[in-house]
């Protein structure tokens, strides 16, 4: 694992913009793998000021959503579509049909997990997926104890990621019970991976992630087993 130690959420972001325009401007069809959450948020404007002031284009990105919650139209505010839309897609001239989120609200959610994973395929897997860390280990929506085999699939939530992303909603009681997340079997066949990783509230998981044992007590540790990470964070591991 390569770490970037930085002084604070802002140059983490910086740090981190920096890794994703490379691979927007490197390749000819970039495909992008993005978090929700509130890590990535600076991350998101610095993208969009990159599009905006410095002119890089958008056009030729694909990007795939790590989850989104089951139950969520794409115009509630609490949705992850309505999110990016917000942060990043609305500010960019990405097309609509180049951007991907798993839908929540289709009747056969099964099969929407299988269409999600073809169309990653498709695309030719993914080139740089962004992360976040939950404060139980999670990665998308890959709670404790989820197969590192798992491919996109739907995954009922728990009672403390509920309650760290209750901010977000009016109560707790809002909060959708279950989400469609990638797997971790996605994940790791993404060619690059970003995880970023702010707060000292997260220090203790993420010196578990780096170097504690790998189990799927802790989904992040699956990271270990892949030979392209990159850490940027303001935590002193
Ligand atoms: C979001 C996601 C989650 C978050 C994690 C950290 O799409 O997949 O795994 O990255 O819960 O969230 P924040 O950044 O809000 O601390």
Redesign the pocket.
Known sequence: MNIIQVNDYEEMSQEAAKVMLNTVQEKSHPVLG???????ERLYELLTKAHQEDQVPFGHVQTF???EYIGLSKDDEQS?HYFMNEKLMGNIDIPNNQVHIPNGLVTDLEAECVAYEKKIQQAGNIDLQL?????NG????NEPGTSFDARTHIVQLDAS?RE??ARFFENEADVPTQAI?MGIGTILEAKQILLIV?GEK?ADILRRVVSGEVTEDIPATALQRHDNVTIITDIDL
């Open positions: 993005l978090a929700t959450g509130s890590t990535p959503n790590l989850d992850y992360l976040g860390l939950g404060m999670h990665i998308g929506f990621t760290a992303n997340t702010h997260k």
